[in-house]
DNA sequence: GCGACAG
DNA sequence: ATCTTGTCGC
C-alpha cells in the first residue's frame, strides 16, 4: 500500500487517501507480549504557529515512565473534522521517532476506527507504524450509544454504534465521570483495546499512557534530555 | 437543505 | 485545540 504518503493534501486527496488506507485496517488481535505502551498527544501554540507532539514510553503492567520526548514544527494542516491526521500525525510521529524502545501498542488521543471512513487518527498511526494502536477520544466524532445503559462505575461500558455496526465503545475510565471513546486502531480487536485501556486506568479519566502524553505536550518548561549516542534500534 | 463535527 | 478561577464532591 501507500505508505509512506505525503500529508499536506487538499481535503478532497486526503479524503481519497483515508478510503484507500482503510481498506487495509486489520482488527484481529497482532498484539504479541506487551512490556511497552506508548501514549501520543500534541497541543498548539496558535500564536506562534507551533505544534509540541509528545511521547510517553510507559512499562506494562507496571506503568512506570521509561520514556519521554517532545517534538515541535510548525503547524501545517487546519483542523477539519474526520481529517485530525493530517494537523496532528506529522508531528506525534516526530515525536515517536525519538523513542529508543519500540512500542509493543500505542494509544492515541483520538478516535482509532469510530471515524466516518473508518479511519481516525489512531488507525492512522497504526498503519503507518505497522503497530498495534488504540483510539482513546474524550468526545464522540460519530456514532450513537444507549446511555442509560452505561453504569457508573469504573469497568463498564457499551458498544458505540455507527450505521448498524459496532465502531468502538464507551467506557467508564472513572466512577461517576464522562466515559472515554474507545476504538481500535490497527492490529487489535475493540475486545483488547478495551482490556488494555482498563488495565491502564489509574484514577483518572485518561489513561496513564495518554493523560501523561497530555500534559507533556502542554508543558512549556520541559527540556529534552541529552541526545544519547546509542543508535534506535527499530525505526 | 439543515445539523453535527476527534483535536 | 485554546481562552480561564473558583469550587463542588469523593
Known amino acids: 500500500m501507500q505508505v509512506p504518503h505525503p500529508w499536506n493534501l487538499s481535503s478532497e486527496a486526503a479524503i481519497a487517501l483515508q478510503h484507500e488506507l482503510a481498506q487495509h485496517i486489520i482488527l484481529e488481535d497482532q498484539v504479541g507480549e506487551v512490556r511497552y505502551i506508548a501514549g501520543v498527544d500534541m497541543a498548539i501554540h496558535e500564536e ?6 509528545a511521547v510517553v514510553l510507559l512499562s506494562f503492567p507496571d506503568l512506570e515512565i521509561v520514556e519521554r520526548h517532545i517534538y515541535e514544527e510548525p503547524i501545517q494542516m ?21 523513542l529508543r524502545q519500540k512500542p509493543d501498542l500505542v494509544m492515541v488521543d483520538g478516535q482509532g476506527i469510530a471515524h466516518p471512513r473508518r479511519i481516525g487518527i489512531g488507525a492512522h498511526l497504526g498503519l503507518w507504524l505497522n503497530i498495534p494502536t488504540i483510539g482513546c477520544a474524550k468526545s464522540l466524532l460519530v456514532g450513537h450509544y444507549d446511555k442509560e445503559a452505561l453504569d457508573e462505575e469504573a469497568g463498564s461500558w457499551v458498544p458505540l454504534i455507527y450505521k448498524k455496526e459496532v465502531i468502538g465503545a464507551m467506557v467508564r475510565t472513572r466512577t461517576r465521570v464522562n466515559p472515554m471513546i474507545i476504538s481500535p486502531g490497527h492490529l487489535i480487536s475493540l475486545e483488547t483495546s478495551i482490556r488494555y485501556v482498563l488495565a491502564c486506568s489509574k484514577g483518572y479519566r485518561l489513561p496513564e499512557p495518554t493523560r501523561l502524553a497530555d500534559k507533556l505536550s502542554k508543558d512549556k518548561t520541559w527540556v529534552e534530555p541529552e541526545a544519547s549516542e546509542q543508535p534506535t534500534l527499530w525505526s
Open 48 to 53: 506562534h504557529n507551533m505544534a509540541q507532539a
Open 78 to 98: 487546519p483542523y477539519v473534522p474526520g481529517l485530525l491526521s493530517f494537523r496532528e500525525a506529522p508531528s506525534v510521529l516526530g515525536a515517536i521517532r525519538k
